[in-house]
């Protein structure tokens, strides 16, 4: 079932189209990867979609409403994490989010126990009184996360949630978010950073110049822009021949070797595999393993993209 469809959408500023009639579905409970460089379109489309702005064509629908017909019943299942938040420094992290509760009309008994609850899932509760002056960007992100899940929304907006974390708070990110995905929330994040998203999304869509370039699994965006299988042996001794060896056979071509592989692409049909590795064999390249290559969301964004700046 669609919990987000994005239809045919543009946004203009003045004289400038932020986005130009962007298409696509975001399916209920998976995670989409909204990937593009700065400037591409990707805050403006996430604002539309949370109704803080309105398109001046096309149409948006979160579970079923439309976001200009319906704001308030679209802002009742999201929750929308932008990527410039402001804090109350003064504060502590209880009384932050005890705020952000009484905005959402959560009251007596029940607003303790979701700020209790909320703690918890974001890890946040053996912190709980720490003024938010003296938190890490890491724990900051976590705290915003936290009030974007107070009212239960089954549909998170993040944008740009790992920019300017350390490692180690971009893995807690992903594993945190991983779990909302396990409780049946409907993410979508986008992002300029390739490797935070490469591990959690269902989906992805890339946008550059304000237009949607493509949208699917990564998979089936390199199975369409790409047909040739990508594939890696292991062999036991001279790497370098094997490699010598694969240029010279017909359907094989981007032969890359390190250490004791080799990588290539080949155009045949699968059912041609065991030929072409019988074929190696025979001319006295002993391998050890064969695998296909995997290809990631970096291969994805290179092949479809023209690295345009606007």
Not at 67 to 76: E, G, W
């Amino acid at each position: 079932m669609a919990m987000i469809v994005v239809e045919g959408v543009t946004k203009v500023f003045r004289d400038f189209i932020a986005v130009d009639g962007i298409s696509f579905i975001v399916e209920e409970g998976s995670v989409f990867g909204f990937i593009g460089p700065n400037g591409a379109g990707k805050t403006t489309t996430l604002s539309m979609i949370a109704t803080l702005l309105e398109p001046d064509a096309g149409e948006i629908t979160v579970g079923g409403f439309n976001t200009i017909d319906y704001p308030q019943a679209v802002r009742s299942l999201i929750g929308y994490m932008p990527d410039h938040v402001g804090m109350y420094d003064g504060v502590r992290i209880w009384e932050y989010l005890d705020f952000f509760a009484a905005a959402y009309r959560i009251d007596g008994p029940a607003r303790k126990r979701v700020i209790e609850d909320t703690l918890e899932l974001t890890d946040l509760a053996g912190v709980r009184d720490k003024l938010i002056s003296t938190l890490s960007k890491g724990m900051r992100q976590r705290l915003v996360l936290a009030k974007t899940l107070l009212h239960d929304p089954k549909v998170l907006l993040l944008d740009e949630p790992a920019a300017g974390l350390d490692p180690r708070a971009r893995i807690e990110l992903r594993v945190l978010l991983k779990e909302l995905q396990k409780m049946g929330k409907t993410i979508v994040i986008s992002s300029h950073i390739l490797t935070e998203l490469s591990d959690m999304c269902d989906s992805v869509g890339i946008v550059e110049g304000g237009r949607m370039v493509t949208s699917g699994s990564v998979d089936s965006i390199l199975a369409r822009r790409d047909p040739m299988q990508r594939l890696k042996i292991r062999v036991l001794d001279d790497a370098e021949r094997a490699a010598n060896t694969l240029r010279s056979i017909e359907r094989v071509s981007e032969v890359e070797r390190d250490n004791g592989y080799v990588t290539f692409s080949y155009s045949g049909a699968e059912s041609g595999i065991p030929a072409l590795l019988k074929g190696l064999l025979e001319q006295d390249v002993n391998i050890v393993s064969v695998e296909h290559a995997s290809r990631n969301l970096e291969d994805v964004f290179m092949s479809v993209t023209r690295g345009e700046i606007r």
